[in-house]
């Protein structure tokens, strides 16, 4: 059964804390994106990776960081430099065609909260 | 800088009417236009992506046309349900891969 997953559903982080939010991915595709939603914001490209070991920042990069040493996984760390952290986080892959990218698949997204 | 409006941002209707919700961009030199449905608390659903050699795409009740020179993209729903109450999102290429709208929230009474 082919898909995006995301773990965990929801995480809770203390002030001053970096936390990992997992991205996974069996669809062989090449892209992978990390977006952040907030309420009356829409989504906001975080970082994105069209192949492993390479990636770019989106428009909000600043307080993330991401890896991707595999083809299958693409982890988003939030880091204590960010501000407000509080937010939907959703994961999403999508193949790639040339310089073009095709549809986006989107996961079941993580609810981060700041205590 | 690609800009995405989609309107109205909500939309009440009765169950059974056809309703058309509204995407527009500012950048016409797009390659496709893809549209979402978002259920609250969850991630977003893929509906339809139509290439920029396409004028139209359909999927069941759902048809989306593409009109790249005026900048304008409409997604219509036929005989709506209330299992059709999400929000639906459009999202074309910009600077980044996809730039999205901030949605239509639609509510369908039964």
């Known amino acids: 059964d082919g898909g995006i997953t995301q773990s965990p559903k929801y995480l809770f982080r203390k002030e001053g804390q970096n936390v990992t939010l997992s991205c996974e991915q069996n669809?062989?595709?090449?892209?992978m994106y990390w977006y952040r939603q907030d309420p009356g914001q829409g989504l906001r490209l975080i970082y994105y990776?069209?192949?492993?070991?390479?990636?770019q920042k989106g428009d909000i990069a600043e307080g993330y960081s991401v890896s991707r040493e595999k083809k299958e996984s693409f982890p988003l760390t939030v880091t204590s430099a960010q501000k407000n952290p509080t937010a939907f986080y959703l994961c999403?892959?999508?193949?790639?065609?040339?310089?073009?990218?095709?549809?986006?698949?989107f996961g079941p997204g993580t609810r981060l909260t700041v205590l | 800088k690609q800009e995405v409006t989609q309107i109205p941002a909500a939309l009440s209707v009765p169950e059974g009417e056809n309703l058309v919700l509204n995407c527009s961009f500012t950048d016409s030199a797009i390659y496709n236009l893809q549209w979402f449905r978002q259920d609250p608390g969850k991630g977003l659903t893929s509906l339809l992506l139509?290439?920029?050699?396409?004028r139209e795409q359909t999927s069941g009740r759902l048809n989306a046309s593409l009109d790249k020179s005026s900048g304008r993209s409409t997604l219509y729903i036929a005989a709506s349900q209330p299992g059709d109450s999400a929000t639906y999102l459009c999202a074309v290429p910009g600077n980044t891969p996809l730039v999205f709208g901030k949605g239509t929230r639609l509510s369908v009474i039964a």
């Open positions: 999403a892959s999508s193949a790639l065609q040339g310089a073009s990218y095709n549809e986006q698949f």
């Open positions: 669809l062989n595709h090449d892209a």
């Open positions: 990776s069209q192949i492993v070991n390479d990636f």
């Open positions: 139509i290439q920029s050699s396409q």
